[in-house]
């Protein structure tokens, strides 16, 4: 497998500006890739991206897509299995770290007070 990223040294992160809400997803959620991308329908490519949520934004639905998913909490907490109306599932704090499978449902998500985290996604 190839992975296609660009050679990219230490560099100082614009973290004001770049920012998109990722399609299907609410806004008060926004990624900014790093570095490569992903095509999910020829299943190919990887890539890594910071996403954040603003403070009480949630998702309704739980989420499931064919690439491998690692996820570091960088700062601020983390809801995982939160109902349609925000409420209930577990809170994570910064410095925890998720890695999914192919096909593997989480969610839905929630943050009370915003978080940012780091996420790669790739095919095998």
């Given at each position: 497998?190839?992975i ?43 890539r ?77």
């Amino acid at each position: 497998m190839s992975i296609n990223k660009a050679h990219k040294e230490f560099y100082a992160l614009d973290l004001e500006d770049g920012w998109e809400v990722p399609p299907g997803y609410p806004d008060g959620i926004e990624q900014k890739i790093l570095s490569g991308s992903l095509d999910e329908i020829n299943r190919m490519g990887s890539r890594t991206r910071l996403l954040r949520f603003k403070p009480g934004i949630y998702t309704t639905a739980p989420f499931n897509h064919q690439y491998w998913e690692e996820v570091y909490l960088v700062s601020g907490d983390l809801i995982v299995g939160n109902d349609e109306n925000g409420q209930g599932g577990e809170t994570f704090a910064a410095n925890t770290y998720a890695c999914r499978p192919p096909g593997t449902d989480h969610g839905p998500f929630k943050s009370c007070d915003g978080c940012l985290l780091l996420e790669i996604h790739y095919f095998d």
